[in-house]
């Protein structure tokens, strides 16, 4: 059986910082873990449904707020901020963004860690428990390497019409406690100045058969001081 339910405040105290810890620094066994995901959702056609998240928190929410993303046309984006959980249960919210949680037993349970309304979704349908099967499988081989603390899963969906040589690239207002994400064209993103914090994956043919091609999904980008934030205004666009 499939169990969904909200974050609370203790779900994000439990994530490292970006900018605080290391979480963004992966190592060998972080990169087999990926690796081992990318091979199984290939190997399930789930590849195209869910991308794999590397957890992480900017700043947390108050009690009885959720993470709810949304549209903006000017700049092409969208925005992440805590809303009142009270203000938003009529919305139809549905999680796109999801770690595994540990307290369900039977099945697989996840937290929903960022949601947004059902009407931004496009033709991508909400987690349902047709899911149930393919997320098991996630949480399995997670838990067998001891990473269900470290990655977690989100829904693949393009609300932006990213191109193929566009990642999203991310960075945090912390004054107005926001997220932000606008499209910006791979090349023109350097390494040195972002981490990638989403993957996906895609089946290349070959003479031995299916192979995984991993693919960035979602960059972190830093500030000159290797923040991964703007303070003091509103970010509007790719630094």
């Not at 707020?65 to 969208?78: C, D, H, K, N």
């Not at 901020?81 to 249960?89: G, M, V, Y």
């Not at 099967?133 to 989100?154: D, N, P, W, Y």
């Not at 972190?220 to 001081?225: A, E, L």
Request: glycine residues 8%.
């Amino acid at each position: 059986m499939l169990t969904v339910r909200d974050h609370n405040v203790e779900d994000y105290a439990a994530l490292r910082d970006m900018d605080a810890t290391d979480v963004a620094v992966l190592d060998g066994a972080d990169r087999a873990c990926l690796d081992e995901l990318g091979q199984y959702l290939v190997s399930t056609d789930a590849c195209q449904r869910f991308g794999i998240w590397l957890l992480h928190k900017h700043f947390e929410p108050a009690a009885g707020e959720v993470f709810v993303e949304g549209v903006v046309t000017a700049p092409r984006g969208t925005v992440t901020t805590p809303f009142s959980r009270s203000a938003c249960s009529a919305q139809g919210l549905s999680p796109t963004s999801m770690r595994f949680d540990s307290n369900v037993s039977a099945g697989v349970g996840v937290i929903g860690m960022e949601f947004a309304d059902a009407a931004e979704f496009g033709s991508t349908s909400p987690v349902s428990t047709d899911d149930e099967a393919v997320l098991i499988g996630i949480a399995q081989r997670l838990r067998a390497r001891g990473k269900t603390e470290r990655f977690g899963v989100r829904l693949i969906r393009d609300p932006l019409g990213l191109l193929d040589n566009e990642v999203l690239l991310e960075t945090c207002d912390i004054a107005h406690r926001a997220v932000r994400c606008s499209g910006a064209e791979r090349h023109s993103v350097h390494a040195e100045n972002s981490v990638e914090t989403t993957w996906q994956w895609k089946p290349s043919l070959s003479r031995s058969g299916r192979r995984p091609i991993q693919k960035c999904m979602q960059m972190c980008s830093q500030d000159p001081y290797g923040n991964h934030y703007i303070s003091g205004h509103v970010y509007t666009g790719i630094r």
